[in-house]
């Protein structure tokens, strides 16, 4: 564990935190004037290894050379000059900090961070981080990599968690979640829809996916993967034999037979350590999702009914209803994939770059 402190003055400025993997949606917008909640699980922080916020310069303005250093293989609309390292937290593990009011712009309804970092710390007044909780942005306190320190308190070793141990101890990413929207004057003040934070994350492995299909088509399990990558893979791949089948894969799963091409698995969510098949499915291409949605995709808790109480006979179930399922289908978050994308060398293929400037159109169709 670690807790940050000020580079000018030392004053502490968090809670004691632990090191998480970056989510997939760290940087997601999400529709139009809703309201994301928080980004970071309290105690937890994460580092953006990537420059990210103000100064930004046009693409046309970047040297390829200097892009394909940074690990940027297609055309962006903009790469970041922003100091990398961000660090990232809850707002309410934040300690000492105060806001800067003549940064305090947004784009709609709260901050968004465009006017660089606008918490200072309380004990010298030194810029430190960038409060974000605008709508649709997911609400997070970014740490400026050249502003904080990070010290390890006596005894705050902290050993990651085994595999064994996670799937005894995270819970699965629920599919579906309720999305809350501003200020409405009747009726209800949210709606049930997609979890964003699948949709990032499907972003992230179509990209994977597509990469590793090497332009053949490519089959998914049935049931939530297959609503989550089989209609976009079928609308970007080419149909016809023979398919590329990508099959789960993980701890606490059958180990994968010999005709796996692709194996979706597990991220760990404290090292970012991709999860690695032993056995046949060795040489399969590995595909990562974060580890929560990954339990879900793996082991569905499939809906039934529950005892009955309240002065109901003994051995009468009551059948819950499920949680509402949106009324669309499954859509891959655009961001996420294009980010995603355009940092694997293979999108210099010509096939998966047509895949990259045809993306608006896929997104005004549907299919993001």
């Given at each position: 564990m670690f807790v940050f402190v000020c580079a000018g003055c030392g004053a502490e400025l968090t809670i004691p935190l632990s090191r998480v993997v970056l989510p997939a949606h760290a940087h997601q917008t999400y529709g139009n004037g809703l309201q994301l909640p928080v980004l970071m699980e309290s105690g937890t922080f994460a580092v953006d290894p990537e420059p990210w916020g103000p100064p930004?310069?046009?693409?046309?303005?970047?040297?390829?050379?200097?892009?394909?250093?940074?690990?940027?293989?297609?055309?962006?609309?903009?790469?970041?000059?922003?100091?990398?390292?961000s660090i990232v937290i809850a707002p309410g593990d934040a300690r000492g900090t105060l806001l800067i009011p003549e940064r305090a712009g947004g784009y709609c309804c709260g901050l968004d961070g465009a006017d660089g970092p606008n918490m200072a710390c309380a004990a010298c007044g030194l810029p430190v981080a960038s409060r974000i909780d605008d709508c649709s942005l997911w609400q997070a306190a970014w740490l400026a990599p050249n502003a904080v320190r990070r010290v390890l308190p006596d005894g705050a070793a902290s050993v990651p968690l085994t595999w064994t141990e996670l799937l005894q101890a995270e819970n699965p990413t629920p599919a579906f979640e309720p999305i809350a929207t501003w200020g409405a004057r009747r009726g209800r003040n949210h709606f049930w829809s997609w979890n964003p934070r699948w949709e990032a994350a499907a972003g992230q492995a179509l990209a994977h996916l597509?990469?590793?299909?090497?332009?053949?088509?490519?089959?998914?399990?049935?049931?939530?993967?297959?609503?989550?990558?089989?209609?976009?893979?079928?609308?970007?791949?080419?149909?016809?034999?023979?398919?590329?089948?990508?099959?789960?894969?993980?701890?606490?799963?059958?180990?994968?037979?010999?005709?796996?091409?692709?194996?979706?698995v597990p991220t760990h969510p404290q090292?970012?350590?991709?999860?690695?098949?032993?056995?046949?499915?060795?040489?399969?291409?590995?595909?990562?999702?974060?580890?929560?949605?990954?339990?879900?995709?793996?082991?569905?808790?499939?809906?039934?009914?529950?005892?009955?109480?309240?002065?109901?006979?003994?051995?009468?179930?009551?059948?819950?209803?499920?949680?509402?399922?949106?009324?669309?289908?499954?859509?891959?978050?655009?961001?996420?994939?294009?980010?995603?994308?355009?940092?694997?060398?293979?999108?210099?293929?010509?096939?998966?770059?047509?895949?990259?400037?045809?993306?608006?159109?896929?997104?005004?169709?549907?299919?993001?």
């Amino acid at each position: 564990m670690f807790v940050f402190v000020c580079a000018g003055c030392g004053a502490e400025l968090t809670i004691p935190l632990s090191r998480v993997v970056l989510p997939a949606h760290a940087h997601q917008t999400y529709g139009n004037g809703l309201q994301l909640p928080v980004l970071m699980e309290s105690g937890t922080f994460a580092v953006d290894p990537e420059p990210w916020g103000p100064p930004w310069r046009r693409w046309e303005e970047v040297d390829p050379d200097e892009a394909l250093a940074r690990g940027i293989y297609a055309p962006v609309h903009a790469l970041s000059d922003g100091a990398p390292g961000s660090i990232v937290i809850a707002p309410g593990d934040a300690r000492g900090t105060l806001l800067i009011p003549e940064r305090a712009g947004g784009y709609c309804c709260g901050l968004d961070g465009a006017d660089g970092p606008n918490m200072a710390c309380a004990a010298c007044g030194l810029p430190v981080a960038s409060r974000i909780d605008d709508c649709s942005l997911w609400q997070a306190a970014w740490l400026a990599p050249n502003a904080v320190r990070r010290v390890l308190p006596d005894g705050a070793a902290s050993v990651p968690l085994t595999w064994t141990e996670l799937l005894q101890a995270e819970n699965p990413t629920p599919a579906f979640e309720p999305i809350a929207t501003w200020g409405a004057r009747r009726g209800r003040n949210h709606f049930w829809s997609w979890n964003p934070r699948w949709e990032a994350a499907a972003g992230q492995a179509l990209a994977h996916l597509l990469a590793a299909s090497q332009g053949a088509p490519v089959t998914v399990p049935d049931g939530m993967s297959k609503e989550m990558f089989q209609r976009a893979l079928d609308a970007l791949l080419p149909a016809g034999p023979p398919a590329r089948r990508a099959v789960l894969a993980g701890p606490g799963r059958p180990v994968p037979d010999t005709g796996a091409d692709i194996v979706l698995v597990p991220t760990h969510p404290q090292t970012g350590q991709t999860w690695t098949p032993a056995g046949p499915a060795a040489s399969a291409c590995p595909v990562p999702l974060p580890f929560g949605v990954w339990l879900e995709l793996a082991f569905p808790k499939p809906h039934l009914s529950i005892p009955a109480s309240g002065g109901m006979p003994d051995g009468v179930l009551r059948d819950d209803p499920p949680p509402p399922r949106p009324g669309y289908l499954f859509r891959a978050d655009p961001g996420a994939f294009q980010r995603t994308l355009v940092r694997l060398p293979a999108v210099r293929s010509q096939w998966l770059s047509d895949i990259l400037d045809n993306l608006r159109q896929y997104v005004r169709t549907g299919l993001f």
